[in-house]
């Protein structure tokens, strides 16, 4: 959502559009959609809507309809949609750039010395056809079986198959009512007898649903699951049955815990994002999101390079930057489901067991039944497991339901349960190498800060460390225009621009730094800003805002910090000294920082310091 409120007003607009936040702040774990309530869980704190670490809040929207929106912010930007029936009637030579071509599917790719020739084939009047396109860099964003990834040979590493799922997709206006009215929340995980599975809940008021059902291939196949099939599962686990339910799609999916070994290839040409980069299981919700940081992670790269700001290896600080996050967010997503799956566990339901089984029956002592005995086999021994959720079995009477049930309250309470949020990672992840200058951080100011009162285990400490996002902080314009009075000092990095931003305080040996890198920036063709932040309670002053210090450059703000009940300067929360400065990256990433007096010779230091993050030297400028 903080990259999002770049795009155009894009996080705005999935603020306005998606379902009110009471709607979707709880996880709610039942026998059934209108049996007993086994736990809930709310995941949302008062200061989750404060605005202090960061300037949006987490948002609840399906990924089609964000894809409708991201189409709209293209064609703003001048795209065109195209279908392969609309270019038949095009000129074969015509340009395609700004086209997105619908029905086409990459199906090969050769690398050239300019770039890489790729083949992309689409329907003309029910055949196959190919066309071939020149691409200076291919950028795969083609999911988690990634054709591209498979053609330039990188393999995953990692476990896989670690649970087949089948995914339905449904509406009811009546079950969307019943929830409204009864128990509004995003996911429900519901075990009774006769079924167990998901549901994500999209949109109450619209009715919209996902359900996820896990299935053990052979024995249980994915054609088994017919529309009338998955109606029934359905109602199984809502505990009534709504006249309105109707089967919008059927898919069967596979989850993984793998990231590419190589997220770059043919010489900078080709580069994995998303999923085609990294697979995980979707609990935490980081797959999407990880993919989107990486295409923000990349975007200034390529636009540096094709601006010749940067040399082609600065796309190998992209690997070298978002491997080591997929890699972290794959074992916390796996931490994640792990701690999803301790509540059936707690029920008496190992999953660990289930798939135990599953590898005895389709073991070589297994495999001699017939296969539809091993079905009969396999199911049998689900439902003797299922058959332990029955409210004869699972109550307060009964010494094992009770002491499952005191387990389950013990899970919920002590937050061991899957989470929503995870602002530790979510706004916390630090590339320790890459397009930066990496320091050692002022260890004690940082440890104390660590160590000092926190809520929970992922609470989100704002750094100014290389590689860190830059901390928010609200701020006031003193005396530039700029569109808004109070803004966040993410807002100081523009969307539609490559452009760095140099942050110091308004001291005599800063100003001396920002003249200097303001001048090697040029030399670089670099565009830099500088932002002076003034400590609470300048423009009361009379003469306030940095005047002619910074002369002859005119690209630079004054700022005025506001506190929030922290009561930390700008300083403080970075862990700095107002000495400090922080250069800080088109994306928003921390770049570089250091006490202004303790650089002695500026210009080669900031000369020194531009071409590493850009890999040019001054000479080649
Ligand atoms: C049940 C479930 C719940 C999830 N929940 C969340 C969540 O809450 N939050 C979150 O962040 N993530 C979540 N995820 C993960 C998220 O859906 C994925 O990480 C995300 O969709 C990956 O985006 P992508 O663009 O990389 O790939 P995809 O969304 O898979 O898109 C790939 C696109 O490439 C196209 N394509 C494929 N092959 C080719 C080819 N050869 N040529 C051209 N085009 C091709 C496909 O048609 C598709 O349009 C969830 C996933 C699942 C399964």
């Not at 709209?72 to 015509?94: A, I, V, W, Y």
């Not at 200076?136 to 498979?150: K, M, Q």
């Not at 796309?315 to 997503?333: D, F, G, K, M």
């Not at 300067?569 to 250069?583: N, Y």
Request: net charge negative; glycine share 6%; aromatic share 8%.
């Amino acid at each position: 959502m903080e990259l999002f409120r770049k795009v155009d007003g894009l996080a705005e607009d999935i603020q306005k559009l998606q379902p009110a936040v009471d709607l979707w702040r709880k996880f709610i774990y039942c026998t059934s959609l209108s049996g007993s309530i086994l736990g809930s869980v709310d995941h949302m704190q008062p200061q989750d809507f404060d605005k202090i670490v960061s300037p949006v809040s987490v948002a609840h929207f399906s990924q089609y309809k964000l894809v409708r929106l991201l189409l709209k912010r293209l064609e703003n930007l001048g795209f065109h949609t195209c279908t392969p029936d609309m270019l038949q009637s095009l000129n074969q030579d015509m340009l395609w750039e700004k086209k997105i071509l619908m029905g086409h599917e990459c199906i090969s790719l050769h690398p050239t010395d300019q770039g890489v020739m790729v083949g992309a084939s689409f329907q003309k009047e029910g055949k196959m056809e190919e066309r071939k396109f020149h691409c200076s860099i291919l950028v795969a964003s083609d999911g988690a079986r990634s054709t591209v990834r498979n053609l330039v040979g990188i393999n995953m590493k990692g476990e896989h198959d670690l649970q087949k799922l089948v995914s339905i997709h449904f509406m009811s206006k009546d079950l969307g009512q019943y929830l409204l009215q009864q128990r509004p929340g995003m996911l429900f995980f519901i075990f009774n007898p006769e079924a167990i599975g998901v549901l994500v809940a999209h949109d109450l008021n619209q009715g919209e649903f996902v359900l996820q059902v896990p299935y053990y291939p052979p024995q249980q196949k994915f054609e088994d699951f017919s529309s009338k099939v998955c109606k029934q599962i359905i109602f199984k686990l809502v505990g009534w049955e709504p006249v309105d339910v109707e089967v919008v799609d059927i898919k069967p999916w596979a989850m993984h815990a793998e990231v590419a070994e190589k997220f770059v290839s043919c010489n900078n040409r080709v580069i994995l994002v998303g999923d085609a980069a990294h697979r995980f299981p979707p609990a935490g919700g980081f797959g999407m999101n990880t993919g989107i940081q990486d295409a923000h992670n990349l975007a200034w790269k390529i636009s540096s390079l094709l601006n010749n700001i940067a040399s082609p290896s600065i796309i190998q600080t992209y690997e070298v930057e978002r491997r080591p996050i997929a890699i972290s967010n794959t074992n916390l997503s796996v931490q994640n489901f792990k701690a999803a799956m301790s509540v059936p566990t707690a029920l008496g339901l190992d999953p660990t067991m289930a798939n135990s089984v599953h590898q005895v029956i389709n073991s070589s002592i297994g495999s001699i039944l017939p296969s539809s005995m091993q079905k009969a086999v396999l199911e049998g021994i689900f439902s003797i497991g299922r058959s332990q959720l029955s409210e004869f079995f699972l109550n307060e009477d009964n010494p094992i339901g009770s002491m499952r049930l005191a387990r389950l309250r013990s899970i919920f309470h002590e937050g061991k349960s899957l989470q929503l949020q995870f602002p530790a990672e979510d706004l916390g992840f630090c590339y320790l190498e890459g397009a930066l200058v990496a320091d050692g951080g002022n260890r004690t100011l940082e440890t104390e800060a660590a160590s000092g009162h926190r809520s929970g285990p992922r609470d989100y400490i704002p750094s100014a460390k290389p590689g860190s996002r830059l901390p928010h902080m609200q701020v006031r314009a003193l005396n530039a225009s700029f569109s808004k009075d109070i803004f966040s000092t993410l807002d100081l990095i523009p969307g539609d621009k490559l452009e760095f931003l140099l942050i110091i305080a308004p001291v005599e040996k800063s100003y001396d730094l920002a003249r200097s890198t303001l001048k090697v920036a040029e030399e670089f063709k670099v565009s830099l800003k500088v932002c002076i932040i003034w400590p609470e309670g300048s423009s009361d002053k009379q003469e306030t805002g940095s005047g002619t210090k910074l002369d002859p450059w005119t690209n630079h703000i004054d700022v005025e910090e506001i506190k929030r009940s922290s009561s930390k300067s700008w300083w403080e929360l970075c862990h700095m000294t107002s000495k400090g400065f922080i250069l800080v990256r088109p994306d928003e990433h921390i770049a570089w920082r250091s006490d202004s007096d303790t650089l002695d010779n500026i210009v080669p230091e900031v000369e020194r310091v531009l071409s590493l993050i850009l890999g040019v030297e001054k000479s080649c400028v």
